[in-house]
């Protein structure tokens, strides 16, 4: 495998695990109003 080619692997898995970092944000403000809305 070239350098080249690892980078490009590097930077893929840096930009999908970034990906699921802001999703799994996104999703836990709504996940913590839902449960609000349970207790209350």
């Known amino acids: 495998m070239n350098f ?3 980078k ?3 930077a893929l898995f840096i930009a999908s695990t970034a990906f699921i970092l802001t999703s799994s944000m996104h999703l ?3 996940i913590a109003t839902s449960d609000n809305d349970d207790v209350c």
Request: overall charge negative; cysteine-free; hydrophobic content about 45%.
């Open 4 to 6: 080249s080619q690892s």
């Open 8 to 10: 490009i692997i590097f």
């Open 28 to 30: 836990d403000p709504l």
